[in-house]
């Protein structure tokens, strides 16, 4: 079984950075094929950030190119979502996310609220 802790939300004004970190507890004896970070605006759909596989192959949101940078550290089975930029549409609860292929299993974060508003 995978925990997935979040770290890192708040408010910050457009145009400012913040950083959001998420570690994967439990007894993990396997390989974490995939870390990243989803997010869900009110009224919206959960919607993909960016991801990062185990070989360090990154996805991200067409929104978010060039101001968000993804990494992980695959020792500590931690991932963190740099971001730079920040405008109010990026407002939104932003979930971590694991995928373990052997288990063919998903595992979510509790998520955790950025606001970007002046």
């Known amino acids: 079984q995978v925990q997935l802790v979040e770290s890192g939300g708040g408010l910050v004004q457009p145009g400012g950075s913040l950083r959001l970190s998420c570690a994967a507890t439990g007894r993990i004896f396997f390989s974490i094929n995939v870390m990243g970070w989803y997010r869900q605006a009110p009224g919206k759909e959960r919607d993909l950030v960016a991801t990062?596989?185990?070989?360090?192959?990154?996805d991200y949101a067409d929104s978010v190119k060039g101001r968000f940078t993804v990494s992980r550290d695959n020792a500590k089975n931690t991932v963190s979502l740099q971001m730079y930029g920040l405008k109010p549409e990026d407002t939104a609860v932003y979930y971590c996310y694991a995928r373990v292929d052997i288990f063919s299993k998903n595992y979510w974060g509790q998520g955790t609220q950025v606001t970007v508003s002046s």
């Open positions: 990062i596989t185990s070989g360090g192959s990154t």
